[in-house]
């Protein structure tokens, strides 16, 4: 369509800056980029119309990019986004509502606002065609400067501002994605420290199962040769030798339990089975609650990290029913089911309440979750006040080996340490 001279807009001449054209744009841009300063582009077929439109957003520190024709406005939204479209409707060749259509129909450019410029004698079906092209809205001209400008002003910051929005959505996918690799990057490096810590609680425990109990038993040996050989009336002397021998025989079962803490023999040697049961009577022995286990009838074939990943889970879910539940009796089972292997502790405390098992200061149950992370495993807790915690933990069992996996609901006591 033809606009009039610019004197129809309320403008003699072109005051301040003029808008930047295409024709200024940098080549080369990335279509991704989002542009500090928003585009819009004008279509039409008549120069001195689109000069007029140039004219009248001077000053409205936006770029303007011109199109002569369907054809051309179709390149340009393939190459940028607009902040909006103003669209001739009537021009040669592809006319102004078939280019609506086109944009509509690219995924860039789909949602990009077009606002028709025509003329008053356009009549309804004309304007009816506009809207199902996708034009937002349909402008007759004589033009008013004011609503035109006003138009466009909704329109660009309705862009700038989503512009920001989608900034900022980038800005915090990338923090999380930053965020998950340094948790997996903590998680790893947790893993194996643990595997570290464990082989070294081994070499421990063996250097003194080879080197101090060989002393010890050496000694006992030695002090029994000369207590034997003692005279007769020197009972002064072997009441001493009596007290000696005392002193190894408690620092023999010492160490003993120093080596069960750190490596139980009976792990490596009998199984995770046997090492629930023989833990189980120790905390009972040394804590006075009763403590009920139940473990199954077949043998388990558990690899070595979850065994021991599930026995130092038994241990810390033990020590929090000393330290937190105010227990008088705790169930312990162990049982294969569905290629998982579970271990359930459940005590008649007082309950741990959800707030106390989310918290971020209960390291011990926080040690368990860890624990389970590196075979995909999961820990659920529930407590019910004044009549207990349950914690049930469950390993996936591992390729090529039967149910070797541990389902854990962690939650003896109140509070884990």
Known sequence: ?????????????????????????????????????????????????????????ADMSLRVVTAKSGDEALRCVLKQDFAVILMDARMPGVDGFEAARLIRDR???????????TSAYEDAPSVTRGYEAGAVDYIVKP???????????????????????????????????????????????????????EEEW???????HDHLAQALTGLKMDLAWITSRLPKGSSALRAKAQSMSGLIDSTMESMHEIMSQLRPEVLDRLGLAAAIGWQAGEFQRRSGIRCNVSLPQEELTVDRDRSTAVFRILQELLTNVVRHAGATRVDVALRSESDELLLTVADNGRGIDEEAANSPKSFGLMGVRERVLPFGGRVEIGGVRAKGTTVTVALPAAAATQAAAAATQVEPGAKES
């Not at 005051?15 to 930047?20: D, E, F, I, S, V």
């Not at 995924?107 to 410029?117: A, G, K, Q």
């Not at 081994?202 to 003194?208: C, H, V």
């Open 107 to 117: 995924e860039r450019s789909r949602h990009t606002p077009i606002i028709f410029l």
């Open 202 to 208: 081994t070499r421990i425990a063996r250097e003194i």
């Open 1 to 57: 369509m033809r606009f009039p001279p610019m004197e129809v807009y309320g403008m003699s001449r072109i005051h301040g800056r003029a808008p930047l054209t295409d024709n200024d744009a940098p080549q080369g841009r990335a279509m991704n980029s989002i542009q500090t300063q928003a585009s819009i582009l004008a279509v039409d077929d008549d120069t001195r119309s689109l000069m007029a439109l140039q004219g009248l957003l």
């Open 143 to 197: 033009l008013r400067p004011e609503v035109l400008k006003s138009k466009i002003s909704v329109f660009v910051n309705l862009y700038r501002n989503n512009a920001i929005l989608m900034q900022e959505v980038r800005d915090r996918m990338t923090a999380e994605e930053h965020l998950k690799t340094s948790q997996q990057s903590l998680r790893a490096l947790a893993s194996h420290l643990q595997s570290v810590r």
